[in-house]
């Protein structure tokens, strides 16, 4: 005996949240952005990788990291880029892929709008933070008393 289960009530799509005039923009907009995390995944895995081998492959490993390290490496405007860059496109890449689960999960405007905001005040905070660190580091300030420098810097 085959029963039949009645049709329920279907929920009602959402409503479009752009106009027919810009949805080509935001269409473009959304292109952009997967296309952008496509190749930033690529370029970061350079990054990444190479940020892995110098600091863990090349000479004594990671007995090797301290703050001594990192001063003489961010020494060099090369490493300021590369880690620059790591910051930014790793920052700018894992932002974009939260807004687009917001997109997906956020079902009501306000939420959304909540979320994206609280995503780029973080994504803010982090990249100026990161970028002041990695520009205003001095492991060894001139005028600061012997007995707070490292032991690598010359006053001490």
Sequence with gaps: MATTIPAGPLAAPRSARTTRSR?????????????????????????IF??????????????????????????SPFWQFWDLAMLWLAMI????GMRTIINDYA??????????????????????????????????PIGAPADLLPSFCPAS
């Design 23 to 47: 949805g080509s923009s935001r269409t473009n907009m959304e292109m952009v952005a997967w296309l952008f995390m496509r190749l930033s995944g690529v370029l970061l895995l350079v990054l």
């Design 50 to 75: 190479g940020h892995l081998f110098v600091n863990l492959v090349q000479g004594e490993g990671i007995n090797r990291i301290d703050f001594a390290f990192v001063g003489g490496k961010w020494a």
């Design 93 to 96: 890449h894992g932002t974009n």
């Design 107 to 140: 079902e009501r405007d306000r939420t959304r709008l909540v979320l994206k905001v609280l995503l780029a005040a973080a994504f803010l905070l982090t990249v100026t933070l990161g970028t002041l660190v990695i520009f205003t580091f001095e492991p060894c």
